[in-house]
């Protein structure tokens, strides 16, 4: 008796730790997706900034019925239509634009990345991808199709072969200083995804239209390539693209569409006008109401003030809620009334988010536990910026006296009017 109660102790003992075995390593009735079972039918490619798309690829010898077959991101499942085929070693796309008809599905992606799951007509789970953050121009693709190596590529291939190898893929380019003076040299830095497979990376500029000027860039730490504009002696535009050359002959542009599209700076000289942030409300809940949108809304709102002698339109100019970034929404030339302040006078601008409203409305609000403010020139250059702290409902906060450099809250609302 003895000898049978151990046994059936070590027996309970063994079956519990096998339980606890099983749970802790996820064998248990989880809410886990199962893994993807094998038919053939592969997701191929992904796009995910701009116009995104997924790209379905047949690995078969035959074609396929897709038939009640589902896609889905990580909140949303559209079902493909009735008579849906795709050829054997062939393709099909499904466009992401939450139309939710034909071959063109009930959700956007996530430039920033998430999960794309893909279903039989039973309902079976044949292949799942979690893509990584997207930028425009770039895929996450098989190399070579329905391979299991994934990679971001700098060169799409929607309903094509994706080859045996991507091109480089450029993550962003940037320039230093942002808002360069007359003969000052310009530093263009490339962050690459990685320097495997890169041959070369070039940098392309031209001024006010020339033809362009290629410069070899020059790899750095970790895959950041330099490169430098020479400074120019007179006003200008200077447009310039970053292009990466594989060791396989494929190239990837930065912007995606150059040389047709480019980034670009401009170098002026104009003085600068005597505009001024003069108030400004960062909780608007029942003061001020906004009525261009045909009804009254509450928004945030920015008063600026001219304390020129001369009438000044702000069209082309900046404004932005980072002092960092002075290329944060620029100011519409559509309607130079709208946008014109009088000697002396003010304009109120809507930080609401809205700018089909009317030139006056921005593309960004503000927050009421505070930041920045400020307004730009056309160039970039500083005309106005204030930083500031937390704010009340209704309480306007500016310049107590019209452009001086006093602040206080403004119990008082005075958008469009001197303060009080």
């Avoid at 790209?55 to 078969?60: G, I, K, R």
């Avoid at 536990?369 to 209704?394: H, K």
Wanted: aromatic share 10%.
């Amino acid at each position: 008796m003895l000898i049978s109660s151990k046994i059936y102790r070590f027996t309970f003992l063994l079956s519990l730790f096998s339980l606890l075995l099983t749970i802790a390593c996820g064998g248990g009735d989880g809410d886990d997706e199962p893994e993807p079972t094998a038919e053939g039918i592969l997701i191929n490619e992904i796009v995910a900034s701009g116009d995104d798309w997924i790209e379905l690829y047949n690995a078969l010898e035959t074609s396929k019925d897709l038939s009640g077959y589902t896609i889905s991101d990580s909140g949303n499942e559209y079902e493909l239509p009735a008579g849906t085929t795709i050829a054997a070693r062939g393709f099909v796309v499904l466009l992401c634009n939450d139309l939710g008809t034909g071959l063109n599905t009930n959700f956007k992606l996530s430039s920033s990345g998430e999960s794309v799951s893909l279903k039989n007509a039973a309902g079976t789970l044949i292949d799942q991808v979690e893509f990584p953050n997207l930028d425009n121009g770039q895929s996450y693709a098989r190399f070579p199709d329905g391979a299991d190596l994934w990679q971001i590529t700098g060169v799409t291939t929607q309903g094509e072969s994706n080859g045996s190898d991507g091109a480089p893929a450029i993550n962003s380019i940037s320039r230093s200083p942002l808002v360069p003076a007359l003969n000052e040299n310009v530093v263009v830095t490339a962050e690459l995804i990685s320097t495997t497979g890169v041959a070369s990376v070039k940098l392309f500029h031209r001024f006010n239209g020339s033809a362009f000027s290629e410069v070899a860039m020059t790899l750095q730490s970790g895959t950041s390539y330099t490169g430098t504009i020479p400074g120019m002696a007179t006003e200008g535009t200077v447009e310039y693209y970053v292009e990466a050359v594989g060791t396989n002959g494929s190239s990837s542009f930065k912007p995606a569409s150059a040389p047709g599209n480019t980034d670009d700076y401009l170098l002026n000289t104009d003085p600068l006008p005597r505009l001024v942030i003069n108030e400004f409300m960062a909780s608007n809940t029942a003061c001020c109401p906004d009525t261009d949108s045909g009804e009254d809304e509450f928004d945030d709102w920015i008063e600026i003030h001219n304390l020129g002698a001369t009438a000044v339109n702000l069209a082309d100019m900046y404004f932005s809620d980072d002092k960092d970034n002075p290329f944060g929404d620029k100011i519409s030339d559509d309607d130079a009334a709208a946008t014109t302040i009088p000697a002396g006078g003010y304009l109120v601008f809507w930080a609401d988010g809205s700018t089909s409203q009317g030139p006056t409305h921005l593309n960004f609000s503000l927050s009421a536990d505070g930041e920045d403010i400020g307004l730009f020139y056309i160039d970039g250059r500083t005309i106005d910026a204030y930083t500031f702290g937390a704010q009340s409902e209704n309480v306007s906060w500016g310049r107590t006296t019209d452009g001086g450099d006093t602040w206080g809250a403004q119990a008082t609302p005075t958008p469009g009017q001197a303060n009080q």
